[in-house]
């Protein structure tokens, strides 16, 4: 998986991990808008660029296995990757793309929701191929296979 350092235009390889006990500080307050704390008891994933512990970006999850598949409850990327001078992009696609990986591998067919906010409905649609269903965005089977493919593997662009 790789997210493209801006000012360098260059690839850069990152990966994905749970978020550890330790890593839940005050760190997060200063380089995150939402209360991660509050996501404790989900599943929260970070992700990092090689040679860098800072934590670009967090995602939580919560599987809804009646359902088969995943919601991301709350996605951010750091202060620093939003808008226009942002330091690394594709940081929530490789998050979203690792969510549709897992829920592969948890036998749901790649199903994943999340619920946006208004505004970004739109992007979601049209950067990452999700569809509206009720009051859910959602992802399944080739489009979330695409997403990995673009996403997580290094042949990417």
Same mark, same amino acid.
């Given at each position: 998986?790789? =997210? ?5 235009? +260059?690839?850069? $390889? ?14 997060? &307050? ?6 991660? $704390?509050?996501?404790? #008891?989900?599943? =929260?994933? +970070?992700?990092? =660029?090689?040679?860098? @512990? ?21 996605? $951010?990327? !750091?202060?620093? @990757?939003?808008?226009?001078? &942002? ?5 929530? /696609?490789?998050?979203? !793309?690792? %969510?549709?990986?897992?829920?592969? +591998?948890? /036998?749901? /067919? ?15 649609? %049209? &950067?990452? @191929?999700?569809?509206? #269903? /009720? ?18 593997? @290094?042949?990417?662009?």
């Amino acid at each position: 998986m790789r =997210v493209l350092h801006i000012a360098a235009g +260059k690839y850069q $390889e990152a990966s994905v991990s749970l978020l550890q006990k330790g890593e839940w500080t005050g760190t997060l &307050k200063k380089r995150f808008d939402f209360d991660w $704390e509050k996501e404790e #008891q989900y599943e =929260v994933y +970070k992700i990092t =660029v090689t040679g860098d @512990n800072s934590i670009q970006g967090l995602m939580s999850l919560l599987t809804i296995a009646p359902e088969l598949r995943l919601e991301i409850r709350l996605l $951010e990327s !750091a202060r620093e @990757n939003i808008g226009s001078a &942002k330091v690394y992009d594709r940081i929530a /696609g490789c998050l979203i !793309a690792f %969510a549709c990986k897992l829920a592969f +591998k948890r /036998g749901f /067919g790649g199903f994943v929701s999340l619920v946006p906010k208004t505004e970004l409905i739109a992007h979601y649609i %049209a &950067k990452y @191929n999700f569809f509206p #269903q /009720g009051k859910h965005l959602a992802i399944d089977g080739d489009a979330s296979f695409t997403l990995i493919t673009e996403y997580l593997e @290094n042949d990417s662009k």
